[in-house]
């Protein structure tokens, strides 16, 4: 049984990356069963993917649900994994998927709800929910960084995980491109293609995108 994971205590300091050998030896003993290896887990890595997530789906209260899910998933399909990417990698790559799955399910949901409605079904139409501030947003003016959110929002899915993983986890090229099972080459043009469309889109509101 998984126990609930207190995502909305996380500190707000970053944790620091495990070592590779650190990490190797902990997948060894969750392969094994060990629940204080995922505890471990858990303790090691929440903070980073529920950052991960939230970048994505921007609600608080989404992102501590699809992170429950993540690990989750990671407890019931840890038996399976074969170590052909790192330990923090494959998370990343399950957190991002979770998140992108989460939002197109959301926005189908929001259209059936419409288009039943509007056949006059009855449904009440979901609103869109409000936009939260990102704890790594540096902008000046809730005006502009709503702007800045939206179109990121609006970014083909590979390009908003690449932008994401860049620049609000810090993530190296490399990195990336292991999450996304890609070449950096293809990062390189992902993160280029974002810049772009964003700075085409927000000029002259900022400076820089």
């Not at 190797?24 to 980073?48: D, N």
């Not at 009440?124 to 005006?143: K, N, S, T």
């Not at 950096?184 to 043009?189: F, G, H, I, Q, R």
Request: glycine share 2%; net charge positive.
């Amino acid at each position: 049984m998984v126990c609930p994971l207190p995502l909305s205590a996380v500190s707000e300091l970053r944790a620091e990356a495990a070592p590779p050998t650190a990490d190797a030896e902990l997948l060894r003993q969750l392969q094994q069963g060990s629940e204080a290896a995922f505890r471990t887990l858990v303790e090691r890595y929440q903070h980073r993917v529920y950052r991960t997530v939230l970048a994505l789906l921007r609600s608080p209260e989404e992102a501590e649900d699809v992170a429950q899910e993540v690990f989750v998933e990671v407890y019931q399909t840890v038996g399976r994994f074969r170590g052909e990417a790192a330990l923090s990698t494959w998370l990343y790559r399950l957190a991002t998927s979770r998140a992108l799955k989460h939002r197109r399910r959301a926005q189908a949901k929001k259209r059936f709800a419409y288009f039943t409605r509007l056949l006059g079904f009855g449904n009440h139409v979901l609103h869109d929910p409000a936009d939260h501030l990102h704890p790594q947003a540096q902008l000046e003016g809730e005006q502009q960084l709503q702007l800045l959110l939206a179109h990121i929002a609006r970014l083909p899915d590979k390009q908003q995980v690449a932008f994401t993983l860049r620049h609000e986890q810090e993530l190296s090229y490399e990195e990336i491109a292991a999450v996304l099972q890609t070449t950096v080459p293809a990062v390189e043009s992902l993160l280029f293609r974002a810049r772009q469309t964003l700075r085409t889109h927000l000029q002259p509101s900022f400076r820089h995108a």
